[in-house]
Nanobody
């Protein structure tokens, strides 16, 4: 079972950038498609980006062209580069598998975008 630790969040002005990281501790990370999710206050958790084990990516329409997901399998780390941030991107961001039996959720990292 992987343990997931997200980091890199913070307060940023609209139009700014942040890079999130997700460190996985187990041995299965490289074999699984992974994803970034976000949960805004009072809303459900939604997937925003996903990446296969070999690097194929997909994005929610709301972040397409602004966010880039990547991974370093040698370091068991998942990344999310977020550019042109908008106030509606404000949420707690989590990483996990993109489907199937998910890992236990980490604590997430808070991203706050001010207008």
């Amino acid at each position: 079972q992987e343990q997931l630790v997200e980091s890199g969040g913070g307060l940023v002005q609209a139009g700014g950038s942040l890079r999130l990281s997700c460190a996985a501790s187990g041995r299965t990370f490289s074999r699984n498609a992974m994803a970034w999710y976000r949960q805004a206050p009072g809303k459900q958790r939604d997937m925003v980006a996903a990446i296969s084990g070999t690097g194929s990516t997909g994005y929610a329409d709301s972040v397409k062209g602004r966010f880039t997901i990547s991974r370093d399998n040698a370091k068991n780390t998942l990344f999310l580069q977020m550019n042109s941030l908008k106030p509606e991107d404000t949420a707690v961001y989590y990483c996990n598998k993109d489907s199937g039996m998910l890992y236990s959720w980490g604590k997430g990292t808070l991203v706050t975008v001010s207008s």
